[in-house]
């Protein structure tokens, strides 16, 4: 039974993350809008080069607005023309995945609201729970201290600005912190409903697998367990000393594979081909699933540098994939399912793309940040995480600006 005082400080500590972090938005948007309106440098002819290439003729509707168009560049544009238009064959932009743009069309058919505007509030609202659940996890298993600084690494990370636009990491954030602490807490309804909707949202998705099914091999007990120490450990940290006998474990497994299937089933309903979307990919020439297994190409590809940050052979992106290369023994350390977690969400983008856009990607890699935090707190001297957070900061700040004047972020 639950003493109410440890039901009051619970939802006291839940309160305060979330005011902290409904700041953390405002004090955002403010300096957002402030840039906007002071410091315009918007790049029309390449936004005007981008809607000949990539869109039907007739695409937008009307012109985008002076205080429309900074959140309308890039994938933004895409998900907004499949939140109206919808997918059907030939069209380019059905290679990304539905669940965001559904939720955008939905709501704005509740509301009445504009695409651009409910899209701008959805990412907020997504992200925003996505942070809470991230911390309240991570308070749970490492510590409220821990957590704090795992949060705030995650905040000003450079890739962290596509929390607050219109695309899809919002959204897949807080699936995937969902399934994280369905599994955590062992509420596998929970969890089953956010690995079945992840490979909606964003293809590595259907990856979830993969950390769903160290959580059942954890939840068993193997006769020779004994003779594996770490893994006996990371048993006794999932279950305690007894197996869970709970069948709908095993019916989490399932979730992914559905949500793939049912992705594959909306893909040929609507253009007649169940893999349209994965082949559409080929007009970007750049993701490929079967990147996964192609290693030297993978190893080649980390050496093609070409720009310090570009649409391919970014310096940061490769910069960035060294820091969560650095920080892997850690995660080991941090329990074994956060390996699993890393692998999905760091190594497979960074492979499938061969580190275009990775920046982006390694901002839903949340093992990254509470292993830093991690190594931050295990240091003497405060200067590092000082430092660390400033260049960090200063990095977003640089991708924000070009990202809102149509210039390559990620």
């Known amino acids: 039974m639950i003493e109410p005082g ?31 309106g002071l410091w315009p440098d918007f790049d029309t002819n390449r936004a005007a080069q981008i809607q000949e290439h990539w869109f039907p003729a007739g695409w937008p509707p009307e012109p985008r ?35 965001w743009p559904l939720l955008i069309r939905a709501t ?20 925003l729970g996505g942070w809470l659940l991230f911390h309240r996890v991570a308070a749970r298993r490492f510590g409220e201290k821990l957590a704090d600084g795992a949060l705030t690494l995650l905040v000003v990370f450079p890739g ?50 993969l950390p769903i099914g160290w959580h059942w091999w954890a939840t068993r007990r193997w006769p020779w367990l004994p003779r594996w120490g770490w893994l006996a450990e990371e048993c006794r940290r999932v279950v305690g000393s007894e197996p869970v006998r709970d069948r709908s474990i095993s019916v989490l497994l399932a979730a992914p594979v559905l949500g793939w299937g049912t992705y594959l089933g ?40 070409s720009a310090w940050h570009d649409f391919r052979g ?27 977690w890393t692998y999905v969400l760091g190594i497979l983008p960074a492979m499938s793309g061969t580190f275009t856009s990775f920046t982006r990607f390694e901002s839903c890699a949340f093992p990254l940040f509470i292993a830093l935090a991690v190594f931050f707190t295990g240091l003497k001297r405060k200067w590092p995480v000082v430092l660390f957070v400033i260049l960090s900061a200063t990095l977003h700040v640089i991708l924000l600006w070009r990202f809102i004047n149509f210039r390559w972020a990620g």
């Not at 993350?17 to 955002?28: E, M, N, P, S, T």
């Not at 704005?108 to 997504?126: D, E, I, K, M, Q």
């Not at 080929?282 to 192609?294: D, E, P, R, T």
Request: proline letters at 3%; hydrophobic letters at 55%.
């Open 266 to 305: 909306l893909m040929w309903l609507w253009t007649g081909n169940a893999f349209a979307g994965l082949e559409a990919q080929k007009y970007w020439q750049v993701h490929s699933i079967g990147n996964l297994w192609n290693v030297p190409k993978f190893v080649a590809g980390f050496f093609e540098v």
């Open 108 to 127: 704005a058919a509740l509301t009445g609201l504009s695409h651009p505007l409910l899209g701008l509030v959805l990412a907020n609202v997504c992200s």
């Open 160 to 209: 962290s600005l596509f929390f607050q636009f219109l695309y899809s990491e919002s959204l897949f954030f807080l699936l995937l912190t969902g399934l994280w602490w369905g599994l955590e807490r062992q509420r596998y309804g929970v969890a089953w409903g956010a690995a079945f909707l992840a490979p909606l949202a964003r293809g590595v998705g259907a990856f979830s697998l």
């Open 65 to 99: 607005g002076e205080w429309e168009r900074p959140f309308a560049t890039w994938d933004a544009e895409h998900y907004l023309y499949l939140s109206a238009a919808g997918y059907a064959a030939g069209v380019r932009s059905i290679a990304f995945y539905p669940l």
């Open 6 to 36: 440890h039901t009051t400080g619970a939802a006291s500590r839940w309160g305060r993350v979330l005011l902290v972090l409904v700041g953390v938005k405002v004090a955002y948007w403010a300096a957002v809008l402030t840039a906007v």
């Open 314 to 340: 970014s310096v940061l992106d490769r910069c960035l994939f060294l820091l969560l290369v650095y920080t892997l023994p850690m995660i080991w350390r941090l329990g074994k399912d956060m390996v699993v």
